[in-house]
Nanobody
Framework: QVQLVESGGGLVQAGGSLTLSCAAS????????MGWYRQAPGKQRELVAR???????GYADAVKGRFTISRDNAKNTVYLQMNSLKPEDTARYYC?????????WGKGTLVTVSS
C-alpha cells in the first residue's frame, strides 16, 4: 500500500525558513520522480518542485531561487527547504509522484507565513 506522510509545516514570519519532509513507501520512491505540490485557499493545487531519482530538479517560477528540493533514496524521503518565505507561500503542501497519482495524496502539511 502506497503511503506518503508529510511533516514540517508550521507558522513562520515572512522572510523565514522551513524544511518539509515526505516519507514515502519504497515501491514508488525507487522508480519515480517525486514532487512537492501546494494548495492555497481557494486555489488549485500546483506543482512547485520536482526531483528525479537521479537528482535532476525543476521549480515553478514562483519559488525558483527560494526553495530547494532534495531526496534521500536510502531513507525514501524527499525534502523541501523553503527560504525567504512570503505570505503568498501560505498553503497546504503535499508530496506525490510526478505526474501525480490521485490515490497517493496524503494529508499534507500546513505552512502559514505571516506578514
Amino acid at each position: 500500500q502506497v503511503q506518503l506522510v508529510e511533516s514540517g509545516g508550521g507558522l513562520v514570519q515572512a522572510g523565514g525558513s522551513l524544511t518539509l519532509s515526505c516519507a514515502a513507501s519504497g515501491s514508488i520512491f525507487s522508480i519515480n520522480t517525486m514532487g512537492w505540490y501546494r494548495q492555497a485557499p481557494g486555489k488549485q493545487r500546483e506543482l512547485v518542485a520536482r526531483i528525479t531519482r537521479g537528482g535532476s530538479v525543476g521549480y515553478a517560477d514562483a519559488v525558483k531561487g527560494r526553495f530547494t528540493i532534495s531526496r534521500d533514496n536510502a531513507k525514501n524521503t524527499v525534502y523541501l527547504q523553503m527560504n525567504s518565505l512570503k505570505p503568498e507561500d501560505t498553503a497546504r503542501y503535499y508530496c506525490n509522484v510526478v505526474p501525480f497519482a490521485v490515490n497517493y495524496w496524503g494529508k499534507g502539511t500546513l505552512v502559514t507565513v505571516s506578514s
